[in-house]
């Protein structure tokens, strides 16, 4: 009896309108009782067809009721019937007895405006639920096919040697052996999966260190989302990998990006405090990209901050070196130790070890490194250590 209309319901509104509801329940019960008595005394054939919903009216009723224009007069008496229904209760939701004629077109425009924002939303809507669904597809391919790998970025201590102490990265290898970028991460945000694939790179870390000299001292940093650092459960799932793969929990590191900041404060301090006690250092990831500041330094008690790549790009600006050099200070102030991630040239790696800053981190070091080519990395970096030393 009832042919739902999205455009009735939300472009009116009638949801929640205790004027327009009375039609929308009047209409159909009306039409119902006409075409009923219409076919009960003979005067249209009965329906005998099934036709498709999209068929538009008239061309429905001429085919529903075996070819016979019988069934279009009855679906224009229907309509008809319908606009005689509403028109009285939608005047009177508008207010026309009551309103002059400038009134009475400053209210058809709302209506108008009402009912293209509508249609605006259901297009969005439609829209954003194909991307979604596209999305999905490519991550339902990534899961069923082809493989996540661990990079690993060395972090150097430019005045000890025998600091060790990686950044681990994420990357899809296909079916055909090549391998793709961290773009991939943007799908599974869009599709609200980040703590699934935070959780599944903390168990592929995890594995990877069973097979590291850990006993050097070795540190290797675990990026996770706004998501999974706001997480409640998380830090019980952290400590009960750490037992399950028998590594020490001094040697795992956690990035907090800068945007996790803007979550639950409350659930990333209890977070964050959780994972110190268990050993576990806690970093902030590209400080100075765009959202934290010297405060939230001093409310989450961070042990380490890596200052980003973007603010080692202005230093060839007198004002951009004194910022860097400012925010140099900041381990003075909170007792963080500092990172000076993107170092890619000699003169940056001097810039930033004339600030005070003893560890960076970028491909003036090292590319991020395949986990076969790791071991390589330490026994080559402790060949140079024993040297200096002896």
């Known amino acids: 009896m009832f042919n739902i209309n999205e455009l009735l319901l939300f472009g009116l509104p009638i949801i929640f309108n205790p004027t327009l509801i009375i039609p929308f329940i009047l209409v159909p019960m009306v039409a119902f009782v006409v075409v009923y008595v219409s076919m009960a005394m003979g005067f249209v054939e ?195 990998r750490l037992k399950y793969h028998k590594v020490p929990a001094t040697s795992l590191e956690i990035e907090i990006t800068e945007e996790a900041i803007l979550e639950d404060h409350n659930q990333i301090s209890e977070n964050i405090r959780a994972l110190q006690k268990l050993g576990i250092t806690v970093a902030i990831d590209d400080f100075g990209s765009g959202y934290a500041s010297f405060p939230h330094l001093l409310q989450f008690h961070f042990d380490k901050v890596k200052l980003d790549r973007s603010l080692l790009l202005n230093v060839k600006e007198e004002r951009g070196q004194n910022l860097y050099q400012l925010l140099a200070k900041i381990s003075e102030v909170t007792g963080c130790a500092l990172v000076a991630e993107g170092v890619e040239t000699n003169a940056e790696k001097h810039f930033v070890a004339s600030c005070g800053i003893d560890i960076c981190q970028g491909y003036y070091f090292s590319q991020p490194l395949p986990f076969d080519e790791v071991s390589v990395w330490i026994e080559a970096h402790r060949v140079i250590h024993t040297r200096l030393v002896s």
């Open 46 to 240: 009965p329906v005998s067809t099934i036709v498709d919903w999209m068929t538009p009216p008239l061309i429905s009723g001429y085919l529903a009721t075996q070819n016979s224009f019988g069934g279009v007069i009855l679906q224009l008496v229907v309509i008809g019937l319908g606009i005689l229904i509403y028109r009285p209760f939608y005047l009177s939701y508008v207010g026309k007895s009551s309103l002059d004629s400038k009134n009475m077109l400053r209210k058809v425009e709302i209506e108008r405006s009402t009912l293209k924002s509508f249609l605006g939303d259901v297009n969005t809507s439609m829209a954003s639920y194909i991307s979604k669904h596209e999305v999905s597809k490519r991550v339902s391919k990534m899961l069923s096919s082809g493989e996540f790998v661990m990079f690993y970025q060395p972090q150097v201590h430019l005045t000890d040697s025998g600091h060790l102490a990686f950044e681990s990265l994420v990357r899809y290898r296909d079916e055909q052996g090549n391998m793709h970028s961290p773009a991939f991460i943007q799908d599974f945000q869009n599709l609200g999966a980040m703590g699934q694939l935070d959780q599944m790179v903390i168990d592929m870390v995890l594995a990877d260190m069973c097979k590291l000299p850990l006993e050097s001292g070795c540190k290797i940093a675990v990026n996770v989302s706004a998501e999974t650092i706001s997480n409640p459960d998380i830090v019980d799932y952290i400590a009960e």
